[in-house]
């Protein structure tokens, strides 16, 4: 049975190039998991993990060692960024996860789907 960490890793790998997610988002869409735990997780990252892709839900780099490198990765993908610093969540925001996830996470598309409206 996978682990928290694991299930978190297995999402985060669900957001492609040039879009981004928050912590938020990825917590919504693992049953008993917050987004602080998704922050701790991407802590002790496997490598080639785009943990990258994960950012704060105002838009912002998390305050973290990494966030200059993160919003280098960022921009290198194409993600847009507004006057502010901010991500430009209406051109980046994730779209939410395969369907291939999905079935392999047994929830249902219903709920996916309510989920992920509920990000907007």
Known sequence: MATDAQKIYALIREVPKGEVASYGMIASLLSGVGPRQVARALRTAP????????????????D????????????????????????????????????????????????AIEIIASWR
């Open 47 to 62: 490598k080639g993990l785009p943990w990258y892709r994960i950012i704060t839900s105002s838009g912002a780099m998390a």
């Open 64 to 111: 973290h060692a990494g966030a200059e490198e993160q919003r280098r990765r960022l921009k290198k993908e194409g993600v847009a960024f507004r006057k502010n610093g901010a991500v430009d969540w209406k051109t980046c925001r994730w779209r939410g996860p395969s369907q291939q996830w999905i079935d392999a996470s047994g929830m249902d598309i219903e709920t």
